[in-house]
């Protein structure tokens, strides 16, 4: 039978479909994926972070939850070489038992702080547009500290049981990312299901509504926004990749372990559907994972003040490249 976790590859007991059902493809793909990724996503949030805290002065709320953002893909991009080693070696954990359950732990902590800090960014800008006179009460710089501790505090707390994650012997390998056995399963399809509706079907559907409420009245063409494109190209582009995120990162990995939890319940003998089934939670966890190297285009198009401080950076190098060119050639 088929033995799911939440978020990584499933595991075939031993049972007789294992010797027939292979998923040792799963080791190429696992590899070149997060080589991608943390060669992006490090240099990228590195970057990011570089600017926020280097560049900008000024810290407005916006910027507490993007910087907040980035420190969080950036932990998780620093883990990654340790599972590019663990799939390079076929599947075969050499870090140690209590290293395994932080990288488990890193993954949902990544992925949730994630979730509510687009959030957090989503409900901001809906306030700024629609009620612009509020937003320096309810979204004043030390409130957007607390609601981030908040955020930290409540995922952290939340996906603490992953800590609990142990390596383990089997077929002359130490297993990471894996079940030890099926006890686990009722134990995941809770967390699954807390998951699914508190981290994220709560938060999509809060994004959707602040967005419903942010597009119709741009359609109004108010006032407030009216003469002022740049602005409303900050929101337009928050808007886009924001979704896009939501839709590619994080919707299909959810809806594919939900199903896949349920398929665990039932034992399957068709090997064609368990390798279906297998490959697809390949490749959802390799898309909730890339979500790393998207945020960072939302602190350049939807951040007016990264943005320049980064064009400024830019042009300051350059000028200085140009006089250095001058001087050799004189």
């Known amino acids: 039978m088929l033995v799911p976790t939440m978020g990584f590859h499933p595991v075939l007991t031993n049972s007789s479909s294992y010797q027939q059902c292979s998923h040792?493809?799963?080791?190429?793909i696992y590899t070149g994926a997060y080589l991608f990724i943390f060669l992006l996503g490090f240099s990228f949030n590195a970057s990011s972070l570089y600017v926020f805290l280097c560049?900008?002065?000024?810290?407005?709320?916006?910027?507490?939850?993007?910087?907040?953002l980035a420190v969080s893909d950036l932990f998780f991009t620093l883990t990654l070489p340790l599972r590019i080693i663990y799939y390079l070696r076929q599947g075969d954990w050499i870090f140690g038992s209590p290293l395994c359950g932080i990288l488990i732990y890193t993954f949902y902590l990544n992925m949730y702080t994630s979730i509510l800090f687009l959030t957090a960014l989503s409900v901001s800008r809906y306030v700024a547009v629609l009620h612009p006179m509020r937003i320096r009460v309810l979204f004043s710089f030390r409130r957007s500290v607390v609601i981030s501790v908040?955020?930290?505090?409540?995922?952290?707390?939340?996906?603490?049981?992953?800590?609990?994650?142990?390596?383990?012997?089997?077929?002359?390998?130490?297993?990471?990312?894996?079940?030890?056995?099926?006890?686990?399963?009722?134990?995941?399809?809770?967390?699954?299901?807390?998951?699914?509706?508190?981290?994220?079907?709560?938060p999509f559907f809060t994004i959707v509504i602040c967005y419903a409420c942010i597009?119709?009245?741009?359609?109004?063409?108010?006032?407030?926004?009216?003469?002022?494109?740049?602005?409303?190209?900050?929101?337009?582009?928050?808007?886009?990749?924001?979704?896009?995120?939501?839709?590619?990162?994080?919707?299909?990995?959810?809806?594919?372990?939900?199903?896949?939890?349920?398929?665990?319940?039932?034992?399957?003998?068709?090997?064609?559907?368990?390798?279906?089934?297998?490959?697809?939670?390949?490749?959802?966890?390799?898309?909730?994972?890339?979500?790393?190297?998207?945020?960072?285009?939302?602190?350049?198009?939807?951040?007016?003040s990264f943005r320049s401080a980064l064009r400024s950076k830019v042009r300051h190098n350059n000028t200085g490249s140009s006089w250095k060119g001058h001087g050799i050639q004189t």
């Open 55 to 68: 560049l900008i002065p000024r810290r407005t709320p916006n910027n507490i939850f993007m910087i907040n």
């Open 24 to 28: 040792d493809y799963k080791f190429p």
């Open 150 to 202: 908040v955020i930290w505090l409540v995922v952290g707390l939340a996906t603490s049981p992953f800590l609990l994650a142990k390596s383990f012997w089997r077929d002359g390998k130490v297993r990471c990312f894996e079940p030890r056995d099926e006890s686990s399963l009722t134990r995941i399809l809770i967390m699954n299901y807390s998951g699914l509706i508190v981290g994220f079907a709560i």
């Open 215 to 304: 597009i119709r009245h741009l359609k109004r063409g108010s006032q407030d926004l009216k003469g002022c494109q740049p602005r409303r190209d900050r929101v337009i582009a928050l808007i886009v990749i924001v979704l896009c995120v939501f839709f590619f990162c994080f919707l299909p990995y959810h809806i594919q372990r939900t199903v896949h939890l349920h398929f665990a319940t039932r034992r399957r003998d068709d090997c064609s559907i368990t390798l279906l089934m297998q490959k697809m939670v390949v490749l959802t966890i390799c898309m909730a994972s890339t979500n790393s190297c998207f945020n960072p285009l939302l602190y350049y198009f939807a951040g007016s």
